[in-house]
């Protein structure tokens, strides 16, 4: 099996593969946590690494036939975590920031149960980096853009599949940045950071047109977008919503708009109500549907059936 583990910074057409795969492929991604091993213990606070080296994504890997203007499914079958994870804490970052100091907490991942204080819980890992190149400038890891990046969704799981649009050959797949639990909107701007190995598969839908990507769960559609502010990300989430059920449905824009005015679920991925300069640097949000059986898929609207 192909395992893909030296890692970038940023997405970038002009990224040199590490590996190549044919579509159907599982590959395995070693990937390591978001502060690049900076911050190792209780005592290594954020503010004093260096932030050139984090958001590290695993890759780039290649699908041989990927072009652009198809899309690319990423099937998420396994991810496991090491023992341990950090919560950590910015100056002047974060929903909370006003009333929080900076700390680094290092919290125990044992069993698959995550131990925090005098609570625990059970460890539900994602992936919180993860997409394909550009064709324009390159972008950031630590940023999300229409092609993936730093979503934080916590629905990129096992089980998931999330699809991708292909905007250069071979699509340039890279993926890190993993918690063993984060919740919605990542309020600290942080998760329980950790490094994992993660196991996908990649399919290739071709000639499907996807200007965000979309995460499939075993009971729902979601559309994941970004923004300068939570208004504009939420308005491109519901866009694009409209036109793939439009196409799959074959309802006008007016049904469609109605359904999901009366079925449409609206969640956060990572909302910490910071000041944005660029979209990539901004909101993410995720906006959905149910999956109905009795209708066609969205992501095979275009009579490629997966």
């Not at 070693?30 to 260096?50: A, N």
């Not at 044992?110 to 972008?139: E, S």
């Not at 909302?271 to 979209?279: G, K, S």
Request: charged share 20%.
């Amino acid at each position: 099996m192909l395992t893909i583990k030296n890692s970038i910074y940023e997405y970038n057409k002009d990224n040199v593969p590490e590996g190549y795969c044919d579509p159907e492929s599982v590959v395995h991604f070693l990937t390591r946590d978001c502060f690049d091993g900076q911050v190792k213990t209780e005592q290594d606070l954020v503010e004093h690494i260096d932030f050139s080296h984090t958001n590290p994504a695993a890759g780039p890997l290649y699908i041989n036939g990927a072009e652009p203007g198809d899309a690319l499914a990423v099937d998420i079958l396994d991810i496991q975590t090491a023992d341990h994870g950090v919560i950590a804490t910015f100056a002047g970052l974060g929903a909370l920031e006003k009333t929080t100091e900076v700390r680094t907490k290092v919290v125990p991942v044992k069993d698959g149960i995550v131990y925090f204080n005098d609570v625990m819980w059970p460890a539900d890992p994602m992936i919180g980096v993860i997409g394909t190149a550009p064709a324009g400038d390159p972008v950031p890891s630590g940023y999300s853009f229409c092609c993936g990046g730093n979503m934080d969704s916590r629905l990129i799981c096992k089980g998931a599949t999330v699809y991708f649009p292909v905007q250069v050959e071979g699509a340039l797949l890279a993926m890190g940045d993993v918690h063993a639990s984060m919740g919605d909107g990542e309020v600290c701007e942080t998760g329980i950071e950790t490094a994992a190995d993660i196991l996908v598969r990649v399919r290739l839908i071709k000639k499907f047109h996807l200007n965000w990507p979309v995460t499939e769960t075993a009971d729902a559609w979601y559309v994941n977008t970004n923004g300068r502010t939570c208004d504009i990300a939420i308005q491109r989430g519901y866009e694009e919503l409209q036109r793939l059920l439009m196409h799959a449905y074959g309802w006008d824009a007016t049904d469609a708009a109605m359904y999901i005015s009366v079925q449409g679920r609206l969640e956060a991925n990572q909302a910490v109500l910071d000041n944005n300069n660029t979209d990539e640097e901004g909101d993410t949000f995720r906006v959905g549907v149910p999956k109905l059986n009795f209708k066609p898929r969205l992501m095979a609207g275009y009579g490629e059936e997966l």
